[in-house]
């Protein structure tokens, strides 16, 4: 008796919150009227600047945290320098913050999901996020720009990815990168 009437109350309950989550879910979000910056014309910014993947020594910005079988599924964390010139100690302008993954069992293409977040100057603070596929040994790759933050907020785009150097024994890269993107 004292169940049948515990399980009449879970369902009383579970009715009433399902109710309050549809009624408060029903305008989570608005249509909002364009404001000036939309009408205005979009602003296109081309940023030039170099990623290094370290993977050696002692202080990698990489750290894999997932190995699959046959390399599929194998995951890699970065936090990768930006620099200005193609060298190491050039001037850092930001970091490539994010992962990326082997999606696929048949070629080198990476699944790369990173924001770039700058450090320099009008952009400091300012994020741009990469979502896209990696062909690391096709000369030139595309990856769109999905979306940003700051200075960067409402950007469309895209970057192409050039390899400058790559270290066969450990791994080190650098990738010069061209992302052009359409922000207000
Ligand atoms: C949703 O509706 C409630 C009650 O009418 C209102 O107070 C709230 O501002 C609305 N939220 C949005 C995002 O429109
Ligand atoms: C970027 O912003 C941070 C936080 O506001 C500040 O500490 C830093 O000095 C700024 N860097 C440059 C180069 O302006």
């Known amino acids: 008796m004292a169940s ?3 399980i009449f109350l879970i369902y009383l309950v579970l009715i009433s ?3 309050l989550v549809v009624a408060s879910s029903a305008n989570f979000s608005e249509q909002l009227a364009k404001t000036e910056a939309m009408h205005s014309a979009n602003k296109m910014t081309h940023l030039h600047f170099y990623f290094h993947d370290i993977v050696s020594g002692k202080n990698p910005s990489v750290n894999i945290i997932f190995r699959g079988k046959n390399n599929l599924g194998t995951t890699v964390m ?6 200005q010139g193609t060298e190491r100690g050039s001037k850092i302008v930001g970091r ?4 990326y993954a082997l999606p696929t069992k ?3 293409a990476l699944l790369m999901v990173m924001n770039f977040c700058f450090l320099e100057g009008e952009f400091n603070g300012s994020t741009i996020s990469i979502l896209g596929r990696n062909p690391v040994f096709e000369k030139v790759r595309e990856m769109p720009v999905v979306g940003g933050s700051g200075v960067f907020r409402f950007s469309r ?3 192409l990815a050039k390899t400058v150097r790559f270290n066969l024994r450990t791994g080190d890269a650098v990738v010069e990168y061209d992302v052009y993107v359409m922000h207000f």
Do not use: R
């Open 4 to 6: 049948s009437c515990h």
């Open 157 to 159: 785009g895209y970057a």
């Open 96 to 99: 490539a913050q994010g992962m």
């Open 106 to 108: 048949t070629d080198a």
């Open 78 to 83: 970065i936090d990768d320098p930006l620099t």
């Open 17 to 19: 919150t399902t109710f």
